[in-house]
């Protein structure tokens, strides 16, 4: 997905892929209450703009479906979004991949729309579908034009939306080319360096949660699928209680519920169980983890065990990761690549999570150096934890995160994202609560985040090397 390397990985970013095109790597702007981020800046911390009142509005139909209103403008380009708990991480137990598997699926025809027709409907009406699947959600969108008059505007594109989503035909012949696409897609995955280096990072970090497989599963776990594993976790998964719609755009909230009531407000009320996972042990020692593929450099990826996004610890872990490696003038990237060399690209990629997630440090380098940027690492977290971080440092990593919070919430389909991510895998209601959590961060904070999980024995390398 990236060029540079140079990125800051923020929960919010609509960079994303999709996933039945390449992994996910949840992303880095926060699009939160129509900001987004990742820039820099230099003068003092600054506090987020107010969110209007009412600008989002939510709702819990009777038969548990959640909606997030959000209106962003009459006239304004509006997106619908599906948002779907569980991804991978709530595969059935020794068959990885079957909700990516069900993600295709819903896109491979419903009760009134053709295999491959509902994408061509909403390209006829200026617009586009797509969605993809994550370790802890599932989540599908549809974003069209602002003019009600463009084929029906964003009414026909939610019940297109809805069909696919609530009706999904699941039919045989489909399902098996669905099969051969995500075989395509495995081994597609299997020759990028910095996918497989993630997917083996999971793996080795994570003994117990099954965030530790692969969200497409491999070729043998989707050869091994059926047709009635796949009907089964949609019915138990894809339930009211366990759905959110969020809507943003150029909107009227009242129409939006009462349209939202006729459709998924009309599915038979179901609970959702969130199935449960062992408790994974805390790492008291180094663990390493390569591969050799047809490359001319190495990659590498040291990543720390840390919180879920629940925990308020995340505000300051996310500080922290912009000050090691959030953009061109943090620490890693002057030491490691300016100063010394060592790599031709380092950037510091955090998942936040709905269970411990990780932060992470990777590069791109001579193979004969993979070594000096991990002491680099090793050197500059040690550094953080001993001495702090200066105020000025501190404050600028605030305005990297807010300032471009800002300069990039101007699309639907983003401040959607945002709305749907902060609940799904934040559990939050009150979006600007991200914001103030970043801008309250403290130096002290930072360094005590930095003690208490970036731990010398809490970290694992991940290397693809050249054959």
């Not at 979004?81 to 819903?106: L, R, Y």
């Not at 872990?317 to 031709?344: H, K, P």
Request: positive net charge; charged residues 25%.
């Amino acid at each position: 997905m990236l060029i540079s390397k140079i990125e800051f990985f923020n929960p919010f970013n609509k960079r994303a892929k999709e996933n039945d095109k390449m992994r996910i790597k949840l992303f880095f702007l926060l699009i939160l209450l129509g900001i987004a981020g990742c820039a820099s800046s230099g003068t003092m911390v600054g506090r987020a703009t107010p969110v209007p009142p009412k600008a989002v509005r939510t709702y819990r139909f009777p038969n548990g479906v959640n909606l997030i209103v959000k209106k962003t403008g009459k006239g304004a380009p509006t997106s619908i979004q599906v948002w779907v708990p569980g991804g991978s991480s709530a595969d059935p137990p020794g068959k990885p991949g079957v909700a990516h598997f069900v993600e295709h699926m819903i896109f491979s025809g419903s009760l009134h729309v053709p295999p491959g027709k509902g994408a061509l409907y909403v390209e006829e009406m200026g617009g586009r579908l797509s969605g993809h699947t994550t370790r802890d959600f599932n989540y599908y969108t549809v974003t069209v034009p602002g003019a009600q008059s463009v084929n029906g505007g964003w009414k026909r594109a939610e019940d297109i939306l809805f069909d696919m989503v609530a009706h999904p035909a699941f039919d045989k012949a489909q399902m098996e080319e669905q099969r051969r696409v995500i075989l395509l897609e495995i081994a597609e995955r299997a020759r990028e360096p910095e996918t497989a280096m993630a997917d083996n990072l999971f793996a080795t970090a994570y003994k117990v949660n099954p965030y530790k497989n692969r969200i497409t599963g491999s070729a043998r776990d989707v050869r091994l699928i059926t047709r009635k594993d796949l009907v089964k976790f949609y019915k138990e998964t894809y339930v009211p209680s366990n759905m959110t719609v969020v809507v943003a755009g150029g909107v009227d909230a009242q129409d939006v519920r009462e349209r939202i009531k006729k459709t998924f407000g009309t599915l038979a009320p179901a609970k959702y169980k969130w199935p449960a996972h062992g408790e994974e042990k805390y790492q008291v020692a180094k663990r390493s983890s390569g591969l050799l593929m047809p490359v001319k450099m190495a990659y590498a990826e040291l990543g720390w065990h840390i919180c879920s996004a629940k925990n308020p610890d995340i505000y300051a872990l996310l500080v922290l990761g912009n000050i090691l490696g959030g953009g061109r003038g943090s620490r890693l990237y002057m030491e490691a690549r300016e100063r010394r060399g060592i790599a031709y690209g380092i950037d510091t990629e955090m998942f936040p999570m709905r269970e411990p997630g990780i932060l992470a440090v990777r590069a791109w380098m001579y193979p004969t150096n993979v070594g000096q940027f991990e002491n680099a690492v090793l050197s500059e977290v040690d550094s953080i934890k001993d001495r702090g971080v200066p105020q000025a440092e501190l404050e600028s990593a605030i305005r990297t995160i807010v300032a471009s919070d800002m300069i990039n919430g101007g699309s639907a389909d983003g401040q959607a994202y945002s709305l749907g991510y902060w609940a799904t895998v934040y559990g939050g209601t009150d979006q600007g609560e991200y914001i103030r959590g970043i801008e309250n961060v403290t130096a002290r904070q930072v360094r005590r985040a930095a003690q208490k999980y970036l731990g010398d024995g809490n970290y694992t390398l991940s290397t693809i090397m050249p054959e």
